[in-house]
């Protein structure tokens, strides 16, 4: 008897703390952020997460890696 072994697709680890605070804080339009805290709709970061808004970041507050790469490789204007 073989056994086969399945490759585990890439799976995003879970971006939540244990008091329910978001790990990282992404980079979003501003102008979806509030329509999402109030309708509950999701919005899609630059590096690609989808969520609804449900916290707002504090000046400090820990930022996604991947959204401040590519928000600085932005120009001004885009």
Do not use: W
Not at 7 to 25: G, L, N, V, Y
């Amino acid at each position: 008897m073989s056994t086969q072994t399945k490759d585990r697709p890439d799976i995003a680890p879970d971006e939540t703390t244990e008091d329910d605070r978001p790990k990282f804080f992404h980079y979003v339009k501003k102008n979806k952020i509030a329509e999402s805290a109030v309708m509950g709709t999701h919005v899609v970061a630059l590096c690609g997460e989808v969520f609804p808004v449900t916290k707002s970041a504090k000046p400090g507050s820990p930022v996604c890696p991947d959204c401040k790469k590519i928000y600085e490789g932005l120009k001004k204007g885009d």
